[in-house]
């Protein structure tokens, strides 16, 4: 399969070359750590951090590698970045961690998909 050719990283000013499009690993780093800190509630972000949802998460993205978005729009093969919830969890760690409830997603998907849920779409 043909890899994906690198664009620079979406952070403006980053010089890291992504495969695929989207943040480097690094602005993705420091991005979710600020807003873990700003927005999340303490409990999500602590679930984000667990080792059962990094084992989840690693697993999904092996089995399911493309963004499911994209695919379904016709974008073609675009690298998922993110897991995402097909039904929000709300605390409800059985539904967070089942793997029936989980999306790849890119960073463009995810962000339209979210901007819908704040909107009440």
Same mark, same amino acid.
């Given at each position: 399969?043909?890899t994906?050719p690198?664009?620079?990283?979406?952070? *403006?000013?980053c010089?890291?070359?992504?495969?695929?499009?989207?943040?480097?690993?690094?602005?993705?780093?420091?991005?979710?750590?600020?807003?873990?800190?700003?927005?999340?509630?303490?409990?999500?972000?602590?679930?984000?951090?667990?080792?059962?949802?990094?084992?989840? *998460?690693i697993? !999904? @993205?092996g089995?399911?590698?493309?963004?499911?978005?994209? @695919?379904?729009?016709?974008? /073609?093969?675009? *690298?998922?970045?993110?897991?995402? !919830?097909?039904?929000?969890?709300? /605390?409800?760690?059985?539904?967070? @961690?089942?793997?029936?409830? $989980?999306?790849s $997603?890119?960073? !463009?998907? !995810?962000?339209?998909?979210?901007?819908?849920?704040?909107? /009440?779409?």
């Open positions: 399969m043909p994906m690198g664009v620079p990283c979406a952070n *403006r000013g010089p890291n070359i992504v495969p695929g499009g989207g943040r480097c690993s690094k602005c993705k780093s420091l991005i979710n750590k600020e807003y873990d800190y700003a927005k999340r509630d303490k409990k999500a972000a602590a679930f984000y951090q667990s080792k059962a949802w990094r084992v989840v *998460r697993n !999904h @993205l089995a399911e590698p493309f963004c499911r978005g994209c @695919l379904s729009e016709g974008r /073609g093969p675009i *690298r998922a970045t993110l897991v995402d !919830h097909i039904k929000p969890w709300a /605390g409800d760690y059985a539904l967070a @961690l089942d793997p029936n409830n $989980l999306q $997603l890119c960073d !463009h998907c !995810h962000a339209v998909k979210s901007m819908k849920e704040r909107a /009440g779409r």
